[in-house]
């Protein structure tokens, strides 16, 4: 979808009104009938009204909510609701125009209709049947700035970015081909990539990574990503770190198929992320210098895959008793977090699909956040969460949990057990680290099974309007 900016609307534009208790709707809806009409649901507390003046639909997004409600929030999901009245009409453009002279509800509403509008019709037979009408969405020019809305295409556009990656088959999407995507994608927005084919990782000695691969007849790839522009604001970088296991079986230690194997090309969604990230940072030129880390395999059990009992020596030379080859998130992620220490870096983010504990603690609500970094580190992450809706939920992280994954062979165990596994498994990545550091388990939101509202099914893009936003608060801004 492209967003534009407009000097004012047409005669025959489609408009989308956004108004509240004492807006002048008369200035676009002249006819008594059709204003009538529009009190009378507003009476009704309808929020969402759309009005047919047969050579252009008016629409309205009226905010009437309470203090408790997430406004912005509201304003996406109406968004949505409107995006779908434009496709059902098959309607080609839309104007947005701000009776409330409020620059946070027009970013909201032009989040909820672009992101809404998102399809992945890739392997349709007859996708030009299927494809949403909708495809220009213009903002009048006094209400929004070119660069604002510029800003915000690339970070929408980083979202769908994401959504793809995750959207696509093993049968496409192996880790080499992921590594070739980041490199199209960084020589199209400007950000550096050095790719790491089998025989550097296995001079590296990257264990971790090389294990969980054992059992693929693809190779493993490890892709770095930089952003770092001569304006960045911050010195030592904030280093992304994101999973990118393309496809997880769950190697011998299988998983079942009906609602679990089936899902687990989602199994990326981390590495997705950090690149929608980096490509909106990189488009926007964002002052901050990033560095994405992306350890990439399928895991599998072909003939030579890793075994439970197995110990795994990795990068940084700990030794790692497996006990559960579905615990290969955090095998791969190891190797990348010690990587990590040699930029010796501001503040480390992990970004992972890491467990089924989170996705059962808080649902497709939430992503799990846990890591030493300074609290207030935290509280701002926390607040950006809330202000995009993709809320962050801190759990403990106390050393206690250690004891869980000590082993009687090795330094430590893969897996801590039948309890608090979201923890554990972060507790496991904190010993590659020593750095301040924040671990964020996506499994829960990263992948829609169902029509989610703009979150759309599929892919969510979780997390690349968060760090962004982030980013860009905590470090550009300061």
């Known amino acids: 979808m492209k967003l534009q900016i407009t000097d004012k609307a047409g005669k025959s534009d489609n408009l989308i009104l956004i108004g509240k208790e004492g807006s002048e709707y008369g200035a676009y809806i002249k006819d008594k009938t059709e204003l009538d009409y529009l009190h009378a649901c507003l009476k009704d507390k309808q929020n969402e009204i759309v009005i047919n003046q047969y050579n252009r639909y ?35 453009s839309m104007t947005i125009i701000d009776l409330c002279r409020q620059k946070e509800y027009v970013k909201a509403l032009v989040e909820g209709i672009y992101l809404g509008n998102y399809q992945f019709l ?8 299927k494809i949403n009408s909708l495809t220009t969405l213009k903002v009048l020019k006094d209400s929004f700035s070119d660069a604002r809305l510029n800003e915000l295409q690339h970070i929408l556009a980083g979202v769908c970015m994401a959504r793809d990656l995750v959207n696509e088959p093993l049968s496409y999407l192996t880790a080499v081909q992921l590594s070739k995507e980041i490199e199209n994608i960084g ?42 522009p001569a304006i960045a604001r911050n010195r030592k970088p904030v280093v992304l770190v994101g999973k990118g296991v393309v496809f997880d079986t769950g190697g011998l230690s299988l998983k079942p198929t009906y609602e679990s194997m089936d899902y687990m090309k989602s199994d990326m969604a981390g590495a997705a992320a950090v690149i ?18 992306i350890p990439s395999t399928d895991n599998r059990p072909d003939g030579n895959a890793y075994v439970p009992g197995d110990v795994v020596r990795m990068y940084d030379g700990t030794t790692v008793e497996v006990l559960n080859t579905d615990a290969e998130g955090r095998m791969i992620l190891a190797d990348a977090l010690s990587w990590a220490k040699k930029y010796k870096p501001q503040l480390v983010i992990n970004i992972a699909t890491l467990t089924g504990s989170a996705q059962m603690t808080l649902g497709k609500y939430g992503i799990a956040a846990m890591g030493n970094a300074d609290r207030n580190v935290f509280a701002e992450l926390a607040e950006c969460g809330e202000k995009v809706y993709e809320r962050v939920a801190e759990l403990p992280f106390w050393d206690d949990y250690n004891e869980t994954l000590k082993s009687d062979i090795a330094d430590l165990k893969n897996v801590g057990g039948k309890y608090a596994g979201a923890i554990t498994g972060g507790k496991f990545l904190e010993r590659f680290t020593d750095y301040p550091f924040i671990h964020l388990d996506i499994a829960g939101p990263s992948f829609n099974r169902s029509e989610d509202a703009y979150r759309g099914k599929g892919g969510s893009g979780i997390c690349v309007r968060l760090l962004y936003e982030f980013l860009k608060t905590r470090i550009a801004q300061k």
């Not at 008016?58 to 609701?81: A, F």
């Not at 929608?276 to 994405?292: E, M, T």
């Open 58 to 92: 008016i629409t309205v997004c009226h905010i009437r909510y309470g203090r408790k409600d997430n406004l912005l929030e509201k304003i996406r999901l109406s968004g949505q609701k409107l995006l779908s009245v434009a496709n059902s009409r098959k309607l080609k």
């Open 122 to 129: 890739k392997y349709k037979k007859e996708p030009e049947e």
């Open 187 to 228: 020589a199209a927005s400007g950000f550096k990539v050095e790719v790491f084919g089998k025989k550097k990782i296995e001079s590296l000695r990257m264990g971790g990574l090389l294990a969980v691969n054992r059992g693929s007849i693809d190779p493993p790839t490890f892709s770095i990503l930089t952003w770092n």
């Open 276 to 293: 929608g990230i980096i490509y909106a940072a990189a488009k926007n030129k964002l002052p901050v210098y990033i560095i994405g880390l």
